[in-house]
């Protein structure tokens, strides 16, 4: 990158601060413009090419990603995450972050964030994560319903009242207070909506990953429904992206990651920073995987009988699974139960506690 044009870009939904890097280095001007296609490209073109602009992962992100490789630009989306000289710096403002950006980039400090080639895929990934948003909203709109309640003396689960004959049920348990009852009415009524939501959602979603040939083969996994794989499918999006599977583990947040300084000990720990999402999706296949008759199940057993944990031997288990995933997606094969812990999908190291 050294004879190219580094510009970074601290976007705002009103403004973007740009700072211009030389090949050389200097910080040849600062400028700031309108969060529009049109008055970024503007800006953009003054500068002399060949020209790299860098922005930070974030809302506005992928539409200007997409918005200026249209018109020919050049953009990297880096993760904010790594870039702890703008966050740490003593002196902080957009114009300066805008420069420090631009200075990461043209040093190779920053990491840069996969999107998806197909706005069709980034549909599908928003639909999928909105559907995981949903469901955390209904559940929660039922924990703040049974919180009321327990209050008032009464204990329920959800099932007690996810139909609504059974909140009527549920209502004679309840004191006979008319702010009392309105106040219940009213969470009832948000739960009701919620559920209702996140059933239209989950329609839809399953109508999509039906017809996708990758998705349908991913369902053939013990532990894996149409859910999962969906949501396997859009997270990762490409197989290729990961070199290796430990990769893959520690994007899911099933990876380890080591830490360690001078003769210190060396600390083994769960890779943090991770897509929650996927954690929860693999880790929910893995306990599937091991209640159903299969390979995943063989394979806890006999890491339970080699004297690892339960919680070790099912996140070895959620590796196993992303591994014959990972695969099949790569190769293109079905699904064949006789791979899982062969050289085609071969074990996890056991790992410590």
């Known amino acids: 990158m050294q004879r190219v044009y580094t510009i970074g870009a601290d976007t705002h939904c009103a403004f973007t601060e ?59 989306v880096c993760d904010p995450r790594r870039n702890h000289l703008i966050a ?8 300066i972050d805008a420069e420090k950006l631009a200075k990461l980039a043209r040093s190779g400090f920053i990491k840069e964030i996969h999107h998806a080639d197909s706005f069709d895929r980034v549909a599908f990934k928003r639909r999928v994560a909105l559907y995981h948003a949903q469901v955390g ?33 549920c209502q004679e348990r309840l004191p006979n207070h008319k702010v009392v009852r309105a106040d219940l009415k009213l969470l009832w009524q948000g739960y009701d909506h919620a559920v209702t939501q996140v059933a239209k959602l989950r329609r839809g979603l399953l109508a999509l990953a039906r017809k996708n040939k990758v998705i349908r083969r991913f369902t053939e996994v013990p532990g894996v429904g149409w859910i999962r794989a969906a949501t396997f499918f859009a997270y990762v999006d490409t197989p290729f992206r990961f070199k290796r599977k430990q990769a893959l583990w520690r994007y899911m947040g099933i990876g380890l990651e080591r830490r360690g300084s001078g003769e210190g000990p060396m600390l083994v720990r769960v890779s943090r ?3 929650r999402v ?57 699904y064949r139960p006789e791979w899982v812990g062969t050289a085609v999908g071969r074990e996890p190291a056991v790992l410590p506690d």
């Open 273 to 275: 920073d991770a897509n």
């Open 18 to 76: 740009l700072a211009m890097l030389s090949p050389g280095g200097k910080l040849m001007r600062r400028e700031r413009c309108s969060t529009t296609i049109r008055d970024l490209y503007g800006v953009l073109a003054t500068v002399r090419k060949p020209r790299v602009t860098v922005i930070e992962e974030g809302p506005l992100a992928d539409w200007l990603l997409r918005g200026l490789a249209e018109q020919g630009e050049t953009i990297i």
């Open 278 to 334: 996927l954690k929860n999706v693999i880790l929910g296949a893995a306990l599937s995987a091991i209640a159903s008759r299969s390979p995943f199940a063989d394979q806890y057993g006999r890491w339970l009988k080699a004297g690892i944990s339960s919680r070790n031997a099912r996140r070895n288990v959620a590796r196993s699974l992303a591994t014959v995933m990972w695969g099949m997606w790569k190769s293109g094969d079905d």
């Open 137 to 169: 909203h209904r559940v929660r709109e039922a924990n703040r319903l049974m919180a009321q309640c327990r209050q008032l003396g009464v204990f329920l689960h959800e099932r007690n009242f996810a139909e609504e004959e059974r909140w009527r049920e």
């Open 88 to 95: 740490k710096d003593s002196d902080k403002d957009d114009a």
